[in-house]
């Protein structure tokens, strides 16, 4: 990601996630560590043209080590990732001086069998732990016990289709403040749209929808769809996905989340997510 682009609604959605849930994706990686702080706020770049990160979180590993954990949200593989992962690793060394540094990449699309993630012949061997979020079952993301782990479920591939979209609009159903529930059904649907299956998956979650609406108080469910399907649901429309992020961003400000993290995976200024907390508080 290029300093002077925005973030998609896509890298918002993960970099939130990864901000409330670091310490799983480590212990996914089979990595025994307890995060103790995020650096991210750190990371902007005084040249445009320059690249920087997407998140890094201070961590000490099980043998007491101190470390710095970074992780970048990719969509899709591409050949040239094992570069840019050097690149990433080089500028954090040139910031924060000689430490141990793990990288990991997480992908929204299922990745190729084979993927360059490891380079030999270099002074000391370079790579980084690939991760994909789609090998992930519905049942862990709901574990993780957070709306925005129940957004990222809809990426999951290990259940079946309809299953993913059931689970996922059932729970999404439970959120108590309507409009709230609303934003994060678009959320969801637009992250159907990394789904191969992506026209049934929406079916599926019509489905759902419409079934609930015989659980639901017909008031307030009939408020929670006035907001789904004025949005990304059924029209696509940008509003729906501004919504869903401003609920997000005024989430994490409320776990404590510093601004000036919060302003970077949402692509805003620190000023503008000042402003968004006041909305929300």
Known sequence: MKKHERPSPYDTVVILFLLEHARWL??????????????????FGSDGRRRFCDLIFDVRLGTGKKALFHVEAQSRY??????????????????FGRVFLIQAVVFLRRPPQKIL????????????????????????????????ATVMAVVSRIEECNFVAEVVVQNLCKIPDPEARGRYL??????AGLRPDKEQFLEAMDATLKKMRELTPEQEFDKALRYAYSGVY???????IKEGKAELIAGMLALGVDPKTVAQ???MSVEEVLELKKIHS
């Not at 025994?32 to 990371?43: E, H, P, T, W």
């Not at 570069?83 to 500028?91: A, F, I, Q, S």
């Not at 030999?120 to 979020?133: E, I, Q, S």
């Not at 678009?186 to 992250?191: P, R, T």
């Open 117 to 148: 993630s490891r380079l030999a012949g270099l002074p000391t061997d370079f790579g980084y732990y690939p991760a994909d979020l789609t090998d992930v079952s519905v049942h862990e993301y709901l574990q993780l016990g957070s709306r925005i």
């Open 186 to 191: 678009n959320l969801a649907a637009m992250f």
């Open 26 to 43: 480590l212990a996914r990686l089979g990595i025994k560590a307890k995060v103790r702080g995020d650096r991210s706020n750190q990371l």
């Open 265 to 267: 995976a949402a692509g």
């Open 234 to 240: 059924k029209k696509g429309k940008a509003e729906g």
């Open 78 to 95: 591409f050949p040239g990732l094992i570069v840019r992962m050097l690149e990433y690793k080089t500028r954090i060394l040139q910031k």
